[in-house]
């Protein structure tokens, strides 16, 4: 299956919307875009955004100025909590990148969610760099497959849900039928959320 998203990599203004998110817990705005970037005017902050929007990184409603998201991280509240070291809180857009977070900001982190199915809680911890503990042990996740033409945020997201078992993932596909994607166990979710997240902000050029 192919991935959600491709993200792009060393651009300066997506790192700071990144790194905006993850200290103070929100997306930047058009004036602190402004200012980072020593642009002249609002105007030119917005071209830069709508360029990076139009390469699928972010995302903002129609008439909006507010970037409301940016894989992994949403501005709106989700299902996806995640406390990160140093006591920021934020929201993930789905459980794929509640689990890549701690990765991509190599940041120790807890994330907490609920079963789509039976709303009982989801609890993982990550530190220095692995999954330290998460419950229950029966974790598993739903991996939508992104269909052409839909955008991630709004038609894909809401879907890539935490389950707090197996069988419980199952009773929620009897319900939607129409899902195309794969069930995923937690260590493969682990992996995927890794795989997509873990070198945006860092590569092996960064020295870190």
Avoid at 82 to 99: E, P, Q
């Amino acid at each position: 299956m192919r991935m959600p998203i491709q993200l792009p990599r060393r651009d300066p203004l997506h790192r700071f919307v990144l790194e905006t998110f993850a200290d103070c817990g929100r997306s930047p705005t058009l004036d602190e875009i402004q200012v980072r970037f020593s642009l002249e005017s609002v105007a030119e902050a917005n071209r830069m955004v709508i360029a990076l929007e139009q390469r699928g990184a972010i995302h903002r409603n129609p008439n909006d100025s507010t970037i409301t998201h940016a894989y992994p991280f949403s501005n709106d509240p989700t299902p996806h909590r995640v406390l990160l070291a140093g006591g920021t809180h934020v929201y993930s857009m789905c459980a794929i990148d509640a689990l890549g977070m701690p990765f991509m900001l190599r940041r120790d982190a807890r994330i907490a969610s609920e079963c789509a199915n039976c709303g009982s809680a989801i609890e993982v911890e990550v530190r220095d760099g692995h999954v330290l503990a998460h419950a229950p042990v029966g974790t598993a996740v739903w991996l939508g497959e992104m269909q052409d033409g839909c955008v991630a945020a709004t038609d894909l997201c809401p879907d890539l849900n935490f389950f707090c078992s197996g069988d419980h993932l199952v009773a929620w596909r009897s319900r939607h039928p129409g899902k195309s994607g794969e069930q995923l166990t937690f260590e493969q979710a682990v992996a995927r959320g890794r795989q997509v997240f873990e070198d945006v902000l860092y590569g092996d050029d960064d020295g870190a």
